[in-house]
């Protein structure tokens, strides 16, 4: 019989008749885990080695399940709107929460007899039982739990499983050693030396599993923001960079949002405690438009427009106000510039929320654009990142028409990613700017969970090894 020499030493340096992993057996012989379970493949195509290949399966939380950890059972949420309430109507629950976590939460509310319903109002009996807490901590510490208890995590989705490939090996004949040193893997020294010269190569077995190495990578969603960069680099755009804190009248004044509009509120805007100055001469014209449309033709909001609120500082908003101030400072035709970066709004996180996220915004201001070239700049940017985009009418306070822009998504339909619009008068006059522009500011983590598979925006930030070794390089 012909051996290799990884064969022989395997052979040679393993007992008999014992079951090893290879990790045992790696630590027994000094030789790699790799090339162990190279060379026991081969020996069991020989018959000298018997190979036992299990499946081991373990559970994991799944985000829902992290979720439920940290902040409670969804019925325990609805469980306490109902008993401050008394009794109340389904529809109500609805309504405080979605049709969906209304509809879950009563259906395991009434599992659990905490509560009766009656003439489609809810009673009331007691607070729900939280066992299935108490089982996710078990499966994150690794200790057992009952079947039921387990089927349960499993139907509301708060584990899953992960497979993994476990093997054992057992060398099962004696064999007489026909010493034929075949060579196994072809190094520099082999080379250098001739040593090749008059013997064989080991064949190599195509069929022998080997172990999945993941290589360093960019981050997933890293290597997304750098296509996108791409693609309007190579459409001509240049790109701008701007400080996380803006003024108010960057983020809003200039871009024509009256000072009583509900997206300036605190509720809606982190704001910062100091003020600075800003241009005055620029501000006093932005001003005198917001009251009387000024030079522009339009009424303008009507009112008194207030220097001081326009001094404020805040977390920008959106990354607009990058934009309109390069333009205020290129008022030249032409500019054709973007931006990808990080803005903030007072959110509550869930899945399709955070309180910073990322927007792609840009600018084309030339002479003879208009809105056609808008509708064109963003089907051609969204058609390279793989998308077929359509445009329904939509509204902000800057621009005349405005767009929502939505692709489409097997299985999911049209989804909503993101403003577009041709700059109104208002904004453009005050600040010099003779010419049309087309803006756009486009949600970057929504695109990003599209083409990656996620169902949640969050995933894009957590550290899940698993998920960041197995997701592709080249998504599509
Ligand atoms: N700033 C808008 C947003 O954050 C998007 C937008 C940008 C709309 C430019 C029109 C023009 O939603």
Known sequence: MQLSGLEMRILSEVKKDRWYTPEEAEEET??????IVRGVYSLREKGLVELDEMERI????????????ENGLPEERVYRFIEEKGEVNIREISKKFSDEVARISLGWLKRKNSIEIRDGKVIPIRYPGTEEIDGLKKVMSGESLNNELFAVLKKRGFIEERKAKE??????????????????DLNPSILLRKSWKGKKFLGY??????????????HPYQRIIKEVRKIFLEMGFTEIKGEYVQTAFWNFDALFQPQDHPARDMQDTFYLREKVEIPRDIALRVGEVHETGGMTGSTGWGGKWDIETAKQLVL??????????????NPEPPVKAFCIDRVYRRESIDATHLPEFDQIEGVVMARNVGFVHLLGTLKEFYMRMGFEVRFRPGFFPYTEPSVEAEVYVPE?????????????????EPLGIKHRVLAWGLGLGRLAMLKLGLKDLRALYQPDIHWLREVPVCLW
Not at 30 to 35: E, I, K, L, T, V
Not at 412 to 428: N, P, Q, S
């Open 205 to 218: 077995d195509a069929r022998i599993p080997s172990f999945v190495i993941y290589g360093g990578k960019i």
């Open 316 to 329: 920008r908003t959106h990354t607009t106000a990058l934009t309109i101030h390069y333009l205020a400072m």
């Open 412 to 428: 999911l339909g049209w989804i909503e990613l993101g403003g577009a619009g041709v700059f109104r008068k208002e904004v453009t």
């Open 58 to 69: 373990s559970y994991e939380l799944t985000e829902e399940g992290k979720e439920v950890v």
């Open 30 to 35: 000094g030789m790699s885990r790799d090339a």
């Open 167 to 184: 093997l054992r090996f057992r060398i099962t004949a004696d064999v007489e050693l026909e010493k034929e040193d075949l060579i196994g």
